[in-house]
């Protein structure tokens, strides 16, 4: 440990030994690499400070996704996570695999869940998804032939306690196979754990007809689906949300664990 590291340049050195880009949840875990913060009871609340200050002068660590930081010269030029902070309209209409995961990896981290995607190397708006999701491996909470079939789902939200277990799961289906995702998903039945199918919004009449078969039929009511258009515009109103706080309080609200 570095004891001699600055707060400030503790924060750039994991963001440089992560590729230049990392989740609050990689900064929490790697920073007591350069700094002792056994004796500050509140050091995420003061990581959190630094790096909200960082963003109001726009200097060395920038903003680039839902609790996902990078340093100024990692960060895409031009990204989607600029264009809703700034209110632009979206001028695009279809959005890929990867991308919808990326933004489902977001919002989970967004609402205090540790998240976990089996596309790690994937790419959504110039992060790497391994830079997104909390979670390198995912958590022991099962058997291990049970796990090894997890490790497939394309999104999972891991509740945060010392034994955690998924309480979202996510499969983002581009084609027309939808039983292998719903496949993928039932083996989760034995927990307590909503399953999702995301899929175009033209597909969910395919979706009702796979739930009427065996054996998905005696779960109907733990299988949801969403479309991508409804992921794209729950992501949009999240990242556009500390700019409508600060239109309606006068100030951004600041959340324990979100900056």
């Known amino acids: ?136 491996e995912i958590p022991p909470f099962t058997f291990p032939d049970l796990l090894k079939q997890a490790r497939n789902i394309d999104v999972l939200w891991f509740e945060r306690k010392a034994r955690p277990f998924p309480k979202f799961a996510f499969e983002v289906e581009t084609t027309p196979e939808f039983r292998r995702s719903m496949l993928k998903l039932y083996q989760l039945r034995d927990f307590n754990v909503a399953l999702y199918i995301i899929a175009d919004a033209r597909k969910k009449v395919m979706f009702e007809k796979h739930l009427q078969d065996d054996p998905f039929h005696s779960l109907r009511h733990r299988f949801t689906f969403r479309s991508f258009d409804d992921v794209v515009r729950l992501y949009r109103l999240v990242v556009q949300l500390p700019e409508l706080e600060n239109q309606f309080f006068g100030f951004q609200l600041r959340r324990a664990g979100v900056v």
């Open 1 to 136: 440990m570095n004891q001699q590291l600055s707060w400030h340049e503790a924060i750039e050195q994991v963001l440089r030994d992560n590729e230049g880009v990392a989740n609050l949840g990689v900064l929490y875990r790697d920073i007591q690499k350069y700094r002792d913060v056994s004796t500050n009871r509140a050091w995420r609340a003061t990581l959190r400070g630094i790096l909200y200050r960082e963003m109001q002068k726009k200097r060395h660590i920038v903003h680039v996704g839902l609790g996902v930081f990078a340093l100024k010269e990692f960060a895409p030029e031009q990204s989607l996570f600029q264009s809703l902070t700034r209110g632009e309209k979206l001028t695009r209409q279809r959005f890929s695999h990867a991308e919808i995961e990326g933004m489902l990896l977001e919002l989970g981290n967004f609402y205090g869940y540790d998240t976990y995607t089996a596309d790690r190397q994937r790419v959504f708006d110039g992060k790497p998804l391994s830079a997104i999701a909390a979670l390198r």
